[in-house]
């Protein structure tokens, strides 16, 4: 589980909001006036019903992102919001669609 310090807030404010969608996941992130990386994650009902599941796949992706923490922007907020396909990966392959993704395109 990802240091509290590094935990989005979804009260603060979100101007500027840039989108990208991945098979896995989609990606959302902006300028935050606090200080460091800022991420939540997201799960809803459409990925599963159980919140068993969606629970693992919240812990799968910040487990993901944890690795690789200081590859993030500073003063970014990060919103990870996860696709039904999630479900069937495992724990490496989310990993390595993250990295992927964080390389080419943050």
Known sequence: MLNKKHRLYMGLGRQGV??????????KYFEISEE????????????????????SVKRKMSKAVEEIL????????????????????????????????ISENI
């Open 36 to 55: 460091g990386p800022r991420f939540a994650f997201v799960a809803s009902k459409k990925v599963d019903k159980r919140a068993v599941v969606r629970n």
């Open 18 to 27: 840039k989108k990208i969608s991945f098979p896995y996941f989609t990606l």
């Open 70 to 101: 200081e590859k993030f922007s500073k003063n970014k907020g990060y919103i990870l919001t996860a696709r039904k396909e999630i479900i069937t990966k495992g724990q490496s392959e989310i990993s390595r669609e993250i990295k992927k993704i």
